[in-house]
Structures are given as structure tokens and as C-alpha cells.
């Protein structure tokens, strides 16, 4: 009997812990998202594999390209700037930046999922 009713109380709190939280969705704003659209940056039919941003500077990002190099934005993503072009590899499979002075951003080259084709790197 206690075991029974044991079993009965765990199978609750594991449906109770288990069961999603009912929040209220945010609403959108459609005034604020009109004018956004997606589009490419970099070479056409490229994807991006690493983002990286600035703490306390929500206007700066760079984005890294599985075969396009890394990207900068200093306005949220309105324009997007090439800062890598010079480099003797275009892969890109991550982004950090350094601890000790947010101007010097880390790129680990090389792409991550191979796929029909595959991008080298040249480490860090």
C-alpha cells in the first residue's frame, strides 16, 4: 500500500516537473519588424555558422560563413561590413571574443558539417 502510494506520488511530481510552464506569448510588434527582410550577406548560397556579439554593445556582431569569412555589423544587422577578405581561408566555424579587449574577435577556421563539399580551415 505505501509503496503503491508512493509510485502514485512520484508519477505526479514527474508530470508536474515534466509539464511545460503556461506563459502568455509577447506580443509583435508589426510596425517595428515591416521593414525587415531576409537576405544574403556574403557570397550567394552561403550560410552562416558562428555569431558572436559584443557585451554592452547591442549594435555590434560578426558573423562567420561556412565559406564566405567573417562579416561585422555596427548598426544591429542593417549593413554588414567583409573584415576577413585578406585571409588565406574563408571557412569559418567559430567566433569569440577575447576576454581581454573586446576589438580582437577569435575565428576558428574550418567548417563544423561537412556537407557536398568541404571547407578547410587553417585553425585560429
Known amino acids: ?6 509510485l502514485q506520488f512520484s508519477v505526479i511530481v514527474l508530470t508536474l516537473l515534466a509539464s511545460p510552464l503556461v ?6 510588434n508589426k510596425d517595428i519588424l515591416g521593414p525587415v527582410r531576409y537576405r544574403y ?14 557585451p554592452g554593445q547591442p ?12 562579416f561585422k555589423t555596427t548598426d544591429a544587422g542593417s549593413h554588414w561590413e567583409s573584415i576577413f ?9 567559430a567566433l ?7 576589438k580582437i574577435v577569435w575565428a576558428g577556421t574550418g567548417e563544423a ?9 587553417a585553425g585560429i
Open 41 to 54: 550577406i556574403g557570397p550567394v548560397g552561403n550560410r552562416v555558422t558562428a555569431v558572436v556579439g559584443i
Open 113 to 121: 558539417y561537412i556537407r557536398s563539399h568541404i571547407s578547410v580551415g
Open 85 to 93: 577578405d585578406d585571409q588565406p581561408v574563408s571557412s569559418i566555424g
Open 96 to 102: 569569440a571574443i577575447a576576454p581581454s579587449d573586446s
Open 1 to 6: 500500500m505505501l509503496r503503491h502510494r508512493l
Open 23 to 28: 506563459l502568455p506569448a509577447q506580443q509583435v
Open 59 to 70: 549594435n555590434i556582431y560578426y558573423a562567420g560563413a561556412a565559406s564566405g569569412g567573417i
